[in-house]
């Protein structure tokens, strides 16, 4: 069981199982949306219990992005087909036991700083 929120705690998650391919996203909608990268992994929508007004937008035909309508955290990303929903890992309540397992759209990433952890790389 994993507990998570907000900066301003309006809202809360709960995870009620195995967080599913954690890994740090550095695609031009996390970068503009987190302000840097997002780090974050899925599990299933029926092990996911969000409380509180999560502010979803469209940032493509095929994906929402749900955030924080009073603090602006950026929580959740959540792909139309598919029946799981991904949380921020850094809204975790820790210590988490998550291990990063990879980086994606790493082809997207800024020109300010390196990835030097070895951890997998994937364009
Ligand atoms: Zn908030």
Redesign the pocket.
């Known amino acids: 069981m994993h507990h998570g929120?907000?900066?301003?705690?309006?809202?809360s998650f709960a995870v009620t199982a195995a967080p599913q391919g954690p890994s740090v996203c550095h695609c031009g909608q996390c970068r503009k949306q987190s302000g840097h990268l997002w780090a974050s992994a899925y599990v299933a929508m029926a092990d996911l219990s969000i409380s509180?007004t999560v502010k979803w937008y469209a940032a493509s035909a095929t994906a929402k992005r749900g955030f924080?309508?009073?603090?602006?955290?950026f929580l959740f990303w959540k792909a139309h087909a598919e029946d799981t929903m991904s949380f921020a890992l850094g809204a975790l309540d820790g210590p988490t036991g998550i291990t990063v397992e990879k980086h994606i759209f790493v082809a997207d990433k800024g020109d300010y700083y390196d990835i030097a952890d070895g951890v997998p790389q994937k364009d």
Request: charged residues 0%; contains cysteine.
């Open positions: 929120s907000c900066l301003c705690g309006a809202v509180g924080c309508p009073s603090c602006g955290s």
